[in-house]
Every structure is written in structure tokens, then in C-alpha cells.
């Protein structure tokens, strides 16, 4: 079981690295004709294989674990169902709300809103993945290996 959380962990990271490509993309600049362009390209092609890569491994990791008993909600509508979730929870409500206050008062801001949107991103997948049914059996496996 703890392989399987690894693995999960990883798809988890790969959708992080497209989380902070998003994140870094307005310091490029948008300009064709800009010397920054390869930087513009390698940022890019980070988002799409982090994207790609992160949701193929959480698709794997579902289908591998498809026969496991799964007790509960679906993560998208469960909230602080265990700590993991609990700090993607806190993450995810404070960023969409600066991102919404910050939204009404700042107009120049799009470094700004390029980091919310960041977390935003990676909280909503954290959100789903670490409140999910799967994920809580597989935790509640290893709490009861170990006693």
C-alpha cells in the first residue's frame, strides 16, 4: 500500500511542476521576437507533461485500485476528511479567495494572478486526490498495519 501512495505522490508532483510552470510563465515576457523565447518553450512544454504525465499516473493509480472497497464521498465535494486533505483544503479556499479580493482591487497583476492560479491548480488536485475515497482506504489500511 505504501507503493501505491509513491505513485500517487508522484502523479501529484508532476501535476505540481505544470502547477509552477504556470506559475513562472509571465516572467518570460510574450513577445515573439523577445531572446526569452526558448524559456517560454521549455516552460510550456513543462505544463503539458506535467498535465499529461500527472493525470495519466492518477488515472493508473484509479484503475489499479478500482477493486478496492471505497467508503464515503468522492473527494471533489469532501472537505478536511484527513490532515493531507485538511492543508489542501486550507490552500485551496485562501488562494480562491485572494484570488477573488485581489481580482476586485488589483488591475496590473497578472505575475500575481499567475501564482494564484498556480495554487489554485495544484490545491483543487491535491483537494480531490488526498479527500478521495481511494486515497482515505489507503491510509486507513496503513494506520491499521501498523497497530
Not at 27 to 40: A, H, Q, R, W
Not at 52 to 75: C, D, P, Q, S, W
Not at 86 to 114: C, K, N, P, Q
Amino acid at each position: 500500500m505504501k507503493n501505491q501512495l509513491k505513485f500517487l505522490w508522484a502523479a501529484l508532483g508532476l501535476l505540481a511542476v505544470s502547477a509552477v510552470s504556470i506559475m513562472i510563465l509571465p516572467l518570460y515576457g510574450l513577445s515573439v521576437n523577445s531572446p526569452v523565447i526558448i524559456p517560454l518553450f521549455v516552460g510550456t512544454l513543462l505544463l503539458w507533461i506535467g498535465l499529461i504525465g500527472g493525470y495519466t499516473l492518477l488515472a493508473l493509480f484509479y484503475r489499479k485500485n478500482k477493486n478496492v472497497k471505497k467508503e464515503g464521498k468522492i473527494g471533489v465535494i469532501s472537505f478536511f476528511r484527513n490532515p493531507y486533505g485538511a492543508a489542501a483544503d486550507v490552500v485551496l479556499i485562501m488562494s480562491v479567495a485572494l484570488t477573488i479580493v485581489l481580482g476586485i482591487l488589483v488591475r496590473d497583476g497578472e505575475w500575481l494572478f499567475s501564482v494564484l492560479f498556480g495554487l489554485v491548480f495544484i490545491s483543487a488536485n491535491c483537494h480531490c486526490v488526498c479527500n478521495g475515497r481511494v486515497f482515505n482506504t489507503i491510509i486507513q489500511k496503513n494506520k491499521e498495519r501498523g497497530k
